[in-house]
């Protein structure tokens, strides 16, 4: 089935330490999107990619990084700048691309969830 | 930068109500609108998407309908079930970037 995974589902992470979330697709789409989620809030928007090789900050990049270097994969790490990173993290896709407009629908994974002990 | 809100923040109703979920966006110039649906502890699952040269979209007992002049889209639920308790969030779709809502809380009791 085509869909988008995310691992790990739980992580826990001492102060100091980086880590990296997997997000992987194979909807075959081009744009790829982290977002982080707090209780009671709406998603805020990390990072996002539209083409493989390039990505771009959004609202609350600072204590973040990712990659694009294959279509299927955008990994997000989680450093240790980031100074509250305890949260629920999700990770989508679109079949818009880099080419405008972009109408295409936006599909989740099942999201992991990083608490800092 | 585009502001997205929803209200009400929650809703609880008797079982076989119909009910109204509201969206207002502060910048018309949007590609679409997405209404979701979240489950605790789960992603989003993808409800309707409405195109910005749309009014409307409808599938089984969810309506959505979309003003882009107002900046305002409805999602109507028709004869509300327990399973469909859950929080609803919209996400506009501004130049390549979705900006969401903080969603309703819907409560639908047997």
Redesign the interface.
């Known amino acids: 089935d085509g869909g ?1 995974t ?1 691992s790990p589902k739980y992580l826990f992470r001492k102060e100091g330490q980086n880590v990296t979330l997997s997000c992987e697709q194979n909807l075959n789409h081009d ?1 790829m ?1 982290w ?1 982080r989620q707090d209780p ?4 805020r ?1 990390i990072y ?1 990619s ?1 083409i493989v090789n390039d990505f771009q900050k ?2 609350i990049a600072e204590g973040y990084s990712v990659s694009r270097e294959k279509k299927e994969s955008f990994p997000l790490t989680v450093t240790s700048a980031q100074k509250n990173p305890t949260a ?1 993290y ?1 990770c ?1 896709s679109s079949s ?1 691309g880099s080419s ?4 295409g ?7 992991s ?1 990083l608490t800092v002990l | ?1 585009q502001e ?1 809100t929803q209200i009400p923040a929650a809703l609880s109703v008797p079982e076989g109500e119909n009910l109204v979920l509201n969206c207002s966006f502060t910048d018309s110039a949007i ?2 609108l ?1 209404w ?1 649906r979240q489950d605790p ?6 409800l309707l ?1 409405i ?1 910005s040269s749309q009014r409307e979209q409808t599938s089984g007992r969810l309506n959505a309908s979309l003003d882009k002049s107002s900046g305002r889209s409805t999602l109507y639920i028709a004869a509300s079930q327990p399973g469909d308790s859950a929080t609803y ?1 919209c ?1 506009v ?1 501004d ?9 309703t809380k819907l409560n639908v009791k047997p």
């Open positions: 988008i995310q744009a999107y977002y009671g809030q709406g998603l928007l996002y539209q959004g609202d629920f999700l989508a818009g405008p407009p972009n109408t629908e936006l599909f989740f994974g099942e999201g969830r | 930068k997205v590609y679409n997405q979701f502890g789960k992603g989003l699952t993808s998407l195109q969030l996400a779709n130049f390549n970037k979705f900006y969401f809502g903080s969603g």
